[in-house]
DNA sequence: TCCATATTTCAATAATCCTTGAATAGTTGA
DNA sequence: TCAACTATTCAAGGATTATTGAAATATGGA
């Protein structure tokens, strides 16, 4: 990740329905959503939508995959990852208690024994 | 944090000059750096600066303190945390190893020992 | 008080981004 | 092949945001 590519993740991240869509795509995990599905559940026409997709693709926060007549996108839990780790890297001047709010955030999901 | 404010704060990041602001606090940890020394830094003019500033501030992501002529300004690790936590919250529909990118990237200074 | 330092505010211009609706393209089953 | 379904592309208009330089504010020392 390089200051190009996160400004443009930042940028993605910046919209309603963007920020919406990525969301729900974290949650959906694996199975991904079709874009169908997310413009029913932000409620916004399939055009918008597509745009918004297009968007969020180019900025290497989605990918995408065609499955019979559905597009169906999931979270770049790569890319999330790097752009978490290029906002903090090297944070807080060699003293971690200082950003242990930031770190603690990560664990969001860490199966039980594993500790941020 | 809520939606409203995650969004102000992925606009504040997704501009070239804020970015290497957050990032030139995110290093210098609790001492901050003052408004001009941040000017210098990132080679714009005083009155650029104090614009992108108070953007960030806004945003929530960074405080000022007056101290003697200069204003230190200092990262908001706690809102950055909180923006982490927000994008990523109910990741991975229940499969912590999907999402474990995203996590170990936030183990970014944490003490030997701690890990994600 | 006067001057120098450090930073902010303001107004105007320039650039970028979002929304909308109609038209287009790919996929499937009859 | 035709029709239905799913999704993308395109162009136009309206709205938001960044940059610049000059003027103003706040602080500290002579």
Redesign the pocket.
């Known amino acids: 990740m390089d200051e190009r590519q996160a400004l443009a993740a930042f940028?993605?991240l910046?919209?309603?329905?963007?920020l919406q869509i990525v969301r729900l795509l974290v949650v959906a995990g694996a199975d991904g959503m079709?874009?169908?599905?997310?413009?029913e559940r932000v409620e916004?026409?399939?055009?918008?939508?597509?745009?918004?997709?297009?968007?969020l693709e180019r900025a290497g926060l989605i990918t995408?995959q065609?499955?019979?007549?559905?597009?169906?996108?999931r979270a770049g839990y790569d890319a999330l990852g790097g752009l978490v780790r290029f906002l903090m890297e090297d944070c807080c001047g060699g003293h971690p208690e200082i950003c242990a709010p930031a770190v603690a955030a990560a664990s969001c999901c860490a199966p039980a024994g594993a500790k941020a």
Do not use: C, D, M
Request: net charge positive.
């Open positions: 940028a993605a910046s919209q309603e329905t963007r079709a874009a169908g599905a997310l413009a916004v026409s399939p055009s918008n939508i597509s745009f918004h997709l297009k968007e995408q065609r499955e019979s007549r559905s597009i169906i996108y």
